[in-house]
């Protein structure tokens, strides 16, 4: 037994000696620190876009910001190049968008108490921080000013917030029920409108109020009077610019384009001729609808009428020099 016991002994204290073990015992702080100055990440392969509002471009200088995970690429198509900010939460990245000047990206995530953050587009660094949802963020936006962010939690959330994000403070907040899919603010910052399954939302910012109270106020919200549509999806939303200002466009799922006047009253709508239609978005003289297989739809903001189709992207491996004409896609 004895000698037993002292081989059992021997074992254990070969086993203690092993480098594996030494491994385990280091300090991981030690070894992340060693790691994070050696290793960087060079490019992202793929994408986790489940919509519009997980895609941003900024109109100044061309960039293009998409979330991979827990990384948002911000990729420049004219030098091919990409740039990253990685989210230290390591949640996974859900929607984003550029402010006006495209110096600042603020993002919202999923998982539990989920963060809204601001990041500065040139340092590639978290500037503000705002956390008071729970369960996701849906949608985020700012507002043409800049001077304050929207974010809209998933259904289980059942919040949207207005924020002032330069002095980290809610402004103003209320409960949403329906699953949101995305928000547009008005060109005059005065409201902004969320769109979903069966939901169309107008939302008034009382800015007299909300600068002047410290305390959150309660924000005030009318449905879009949806008519006989009222059983759609609407997945994407995007309020009017110049002469068209007053009205709201959008889109659903079964592929309809949709107008609202400025008392929230569904005013016309038109088909897009498409199996489904993913997002929307206006200038003051086109509107551009994404559909499926690539197809992008243009109309008139000032009546809807339908312009064009533009032809669809070349197949990855085409040699463009060779083609002679642009592919049309029929209407």
Request: proline share 4%.
């Amino acid at each position: 037994m004895a000698v037993e016991g002292s081989t059992i002994t021997s074992r254990i204290k070969n086993l203690l000696r092993s480098p594996s073990i030494k491994l385990r015992r280091s300090k991981p702080g030690n070894r992340r620190e060693d790691l994070s100055s050696k290793v960087t990440l060079e490019k992202v392969l793929g994408i986790t876009v489940s919509g519009g509002r997980g895609l941003a471009c900024d109109p100044r200088s061309g960039l293009v910001a998409y979330p991979a995970g827990c990384v948002v690429v911000l990729f420049n198509p004219r030098k091919h190049k990409q740039h990253h900010i990685l989210n230290s939460s390591r949640k996974t990245i859900t929607a984003l968008a550029f402010s006006p000047d495209g110096k600042y990206l603020v993002t919202g995530e999923s998982g539990h108490m989920p963060a809204v953050r601001v990041w500065d587009v040139a340092e590639r660094s978290q500037v503000a921080e705002l956390q008071e949802h729970k369960y996701g963020v849906a949608c985020v936006a700012f507002s043409p000013s800049a001077k304050y962010i929207v974010s809209v939690g998933y259904q289980h959330d059942m919040i949207v917030n207005v924020w002032a994000w330069k002095k980290n403070i809610v402004v103003a907040s209320n409960k949403v029920s329906s699953r949101v899919t995305a928000v547009s603010f008005s060109e005059d910052c005065s409201y902004f409108v969320t769109a979903g399954n069966r939901h169309i939302k107008f939302w008034y910012l009382d800015d007299s109020k909300t600068s002047k109270v410290n305390a959150t106020v309660p924000l005030l919200g009318r449905s879009g009077l949806l008519g006989e549509l009222r059983n759609n999806l609407f997945t994407d939303v995007a309020c009017g610019r110049g002469k068209k200002a007053d009205s709201t466009f959008c889109i659903t799922s079964s592929g309809l384009l949709c107008e609202f006047s400025d008392r929230r009253l569904l005013d016309k709508w038109v088909e897009l001729r498409t199996t489904v239609a993913h997002c929307i978005s206006v200038s003051q003289d086109y509107i551009f609808c994404g559909c499926a297989d690539g197809t992008v739809r243009l109309f008139n903001p000032s009546n809807l009428h339908f312009l064009t189709t533009l032809p669809r992207p070349h197949a990855l491996g085409t040699d463009i020099a060779s083609v002679t004409e642009a592919r049309s896609t029929p209407r």
